[in-house]
């Protein structure tokens, strides 16, 4: 089982970055995104989940939504964080995480949810 994320950088604020997130080993009901900053806690950013055979929910935390976009390619086992419109609050390391168990905590984002994680990539919003 392996997640492994890329895409990280330093971007000017008011700029934009797509993280991706590979995975294999496994078939996911959950993938989704975290990100921890420095001095807080790891949150969830934004979730996709397959509820019922091909059906996809999503979630996103308050302070990105229509900021950020996640969606997967489930052909090449990979999900993608679209991320506009950043501020320098978005800076931190985010990690990509998964599931193979449905449940409220993971259909909401939680990271006691999730089973596996990636080593995270580090994104810097600064002028």
């Known amino acids: 089982v392996q997640l492994v994320e890329s895409g990280g950088g330093l971007v000017q604020p008011g700029g934009s970055l797509r993280l991706s997130c590979a995975s294999s080993?496994?078939?996911?009901?959950?993938v989704g995104w975290f990100r921890q900053a420095p001095g807080k806690e790891r949150e969830g950013v934004s979730c996709?989940?397959?509820?019922?055979?091909?059906?996809?929910?999503?979630y996103y935390t308050n302070s990105v939504k229509g900021r950020f976009t996640i969606s997967r390619d489930k052909a090449k086992n990979t999900v993608f964080l679209q991320m506009n419109s950043l501020d320098p609050e978005d800076t931190a390391i985010y990690y990509c995480?998964?599931?193979?168990?449905?449940?409220?905590?993971?259909?909401?984002?939680?990271?006691?949810?999730?089973?596996?994680w990636g080593k995270g990539t580090q994104v810097t919003v600064s002028s």
């Open positions: 995480a998964a599931t193979t168990s449905l449940s409220a905590a993971s259909m909401t984002c939680q990271t006691y949810g999730m089973n596996y």
């Open positions: 996709i989940s397959t509820t019922d055979g091909s059906d996809e929910k999503t």
């Open positions: 080993g496994l078939d996911y009901y959950t």
